[in-house]
C-alpha cells in the first residue's frame, strides 16, 4: 500500500519566529484517520496549529514525537491509504 509522509505546512516564518514544538498528538499509530481530521497540535510562535490529515488512511508512524522542535517542511507522520 502507497504511504503518504505528511510535513509540516509552511505556516510560519522559521527564520522570524524560530522552530514549533508539536505538543500533543490527538491519534496514535495504528489508528485510522480521514482527511480533515487533526492529526496533531503545534505550538509555533505562541500560536496554537492545528495539522489536519490530507488523506484517509491509516497512521503507521510517528516521525515527530511529543515535544519534538519542527519547522516548515518537516516530516510529522507517515499514513499508508488504500490507493
Do not use: H, Y
Not at 23 to 51: D, H, N, Q, T, Y
Not at 60 to 79: F, H, M, W, Y
Amino acid at each position: 500500500m502507497p504511504v503518504t509522509v505528511v510535513n509540516v505546512p509552511a505556516l510560519w516564518d522559521v527564520k522570524k519566529f524560530g522552530k514549533g514544538v508539536v505538543v500533543e498528538w490527538l491519534k496514535k499509530e495504528g489508528m485510522s484517520v480521514k482527511k480533515g481530521e487533526v492529526l496533531c497540535i503545534i505550538m509555533a510562535s505562541k500560536v496554537r496549529v492545528e495539522i489536519p490529515s490530507p488523506v484517509d488512511g491509516k497512521i503507521v508512524k510517528i516521525i515527530a514525537k511529543k515535544g519534538s522542535q519542527v519547522a516548515p517542511g518537516d516530516p510529522l507522520v507517515e499514513i499508508e491509504t488504500s490507493s
